[in-house]
């Protein structure tokens, strides 16, 4: 059975980095395109970034662009999430996700998504 694990969460002051880390088991890891959701108590999940399967694209939310990189080693089934200059607002818990085989378009939609891990907190301190 398929299985996302994420970690790499943790406290940070505001300004700092994280790299969370999500590790995939159970399918070929290449045919999948990846994502990260983010979601805070009381607020639907958000997308945050997501990486083609074809590792020829990239995403990002408009929150987090220019601060958050997504990248992916098909050879370690894992896909990154390098979080710079973080603030208070980046609070969260953080969740990968994997959609269908070879799936076409940009998903960004929590819909796109049928397989998620556990999540992993992000708080950001000020």
């Known amino acids: 059975q398929a299985r996302l694990v994420e970690s790499g969460g943790g406290l940070v002051q505001a300004g700092g980095s994280l790299r969370l880390t999500c590790v995939d088991s159970?399918?070929?890891?290449?045919?999948?395109?990846m994502g990260w959701f983010r979601q805070t108590p009381g607020k639907e999940r958000e997308f945050v970034a997501h990486?083609?399967?074809?590792?020829?694209?990239?995403l990002y939310a408009d929150p987090v662009k220019g601060r958050i990189a997504i990248s992916r080693d098909n050879d370690k089934n894992a896909v990154y999430l390098q979080m710079s200059s973080l603030r208070p607002e980046d609070t969260a818990v953080y969740y990968c996700?994997?959609?269908?085989?070879?799936?076409?378009?940009?998903?960004?939609?929590?819909?796109?998504?049928?397989?998620w891990g556990q999540g992993t907190q992000v708080t950001v301190t000020s």
């Open positions: 990486i083609h399967w074809t590792g020829d694209s990239t």
């Open positions: 996700a994997a959609t269908n085989p070879v799936a076409r378009g940009s998903p960004s939609r929590r819909d796109d998504y049928p397989d």
């Open positions: 159970g399918r070929t890891f290449s045919q999948h395109t």
